[in-house]
C-alpha cells in the first residue's frame, strides 16, 4: 500500500450541493494530482498542484477547484454539485523533479450526488 | 489534446496463458508511459512503466514494450495466474514541467483457473 491517504471514504450529496475532499500525500512528495473515476472509466485528469501552485488542469469546468496546503496535503472542492459528478475520486502523489513522475494513488472517495 | 485508445476492453485468458494489452497515443509530446493495475473496489496500483528514451522493460512476468515511432506501447504478462485478474489503464503522461496525463479506458483481464 501506498503513504496516500483520503477522506471520506464515501460521500452523498444532493444537486447544487458543495463538497470538499482531502488528501494527505506520501511522504516527501510535493506534487498531488486530483482525477475522476467514473463507472467503468478510466481515471480523468482533474488538475495537478505543484508547491502550493496548479501545475496543470484537464478539461474540467472552474466549479472544480482545488488547493495544495505547505505540508502538502490538498483539498478538492467542487461547487453547485451535477448528478454526473457522481464518480470515485482519485488523488496521486508524486515527486516531481527531473523526469520523477511516478504517481502513487490514494484510496479514493467515492461520491453519489441525489 | 493527448487522445489514448487502449484494446481490448474485455480479454479472458487461461492460467498459464499469455496476455497482452495494447494502448495507442496520439501526441508526439508524450514521454512517459505506466501502466496501472487496479482490483475490484481498491486504487490503482503502479505495475510497470516506461520512458520515451526506452524501447522495452522487464520485470518478472510483466513487460513493457514501446515503439515511439508508430506512437504505441504495449502490457505484455505472461504464465498468467488468477490473482492477476483486474482491469488494467495505461496512461501517457505528456512532459514538459507542467504534465497532463491521459488514461485509456482499461482492460478488464479474466484468467480462469
Known amino acids: 500500500e501506498t503513504g496516500v491517504t483520503q477522506s471520506p471514504t464515501h460521500l452523498i450529496k444532493t444537486r447544487g450541493q458543495q463538497v470538499t475532499l482531502r488528501c494527505s500525500s506520501q511522504s516527501g512528495h510535493n506534487t498531488v494530482s486530483w482525477y475522476q473515476q467514473a463507472l467503468g472509466q478510466g481515471p480523468q485528469f482533474i488538475f495537478q498542484?505543484?508547491?502550493?501552485?496548479?501545475?496543470g488542469r484537464g478539461n474540467f469546468p472552474p466549479r472544480f477547484s482545488g488547493l495544495q496546503f505547505p505540508n502538502y496535503s490538498s483539498e478538492l472542492n467542487v461547487n453547485a454539485l451535477e448528478l454526473d459528478d457522481s464518480a470515485l475520486y482519485l488523488c496521486?502523489?508524486?515527486?516531481?523533479?527531473?523526469?520523477?513522475?511516478?504517481?502513487?494513488f490514494g484510496p479514493g472517495t467515492r461520491l453519489l450526488v441525489l | 489534446g493527448e487522445n489514448v485508445e487502449q484494446h481490448p476492453s474485455t480479454l479472458s485468458v487461461q492460467e498459464g496463458d499469455s496476455a497482452v494489452i495494447k494502448c495507442t497515443y496520439s501526441?508526439?509530446?508524450?514521454?512517459?508511459f505506466p501502466w496501472y493495475k487496479q482490483e475490484l473496489g481498491k486504487r490503482p496500483q503502479l505495475i510497470i512503466d516506461?520512458?520515451?528514451?526506452?524501447g522495452e522493460k522487464k520485470d518478472q512476468r510483466i513487460a513493457v514494450t514501446l515503439n515511439k515511432t508508430a506512437k504505441h506501447f504495449s502490457l505484455h504478462i505472461t504464465e498468467t495466474q488468477p490473482e492477476d485478474s483486474a482491469v488494467y489503464f495505461c496512461a501517457a503522461f505528456k512532459g514538459g514541467g507542467s504534465y497532463i496525463p491521459t488514461f485509456g479506458r482499461g482492460t478488464s483481464l479474466i484468467v480462469h483457473p
Open positions: 498542484y505543484y508547491r502550493e501552485e496548479e501545475n
Open positions: 501526441d508526439s509530446a508524450s514521454n512517459y
Open positions: 496521486a502523489s508524486s515527486l516531481l523533479r527531473g523526469n520523477q513522475e511516478t504517481q502513487y
Open positions: 516506461i520512458r520515451s528514451n526506452v
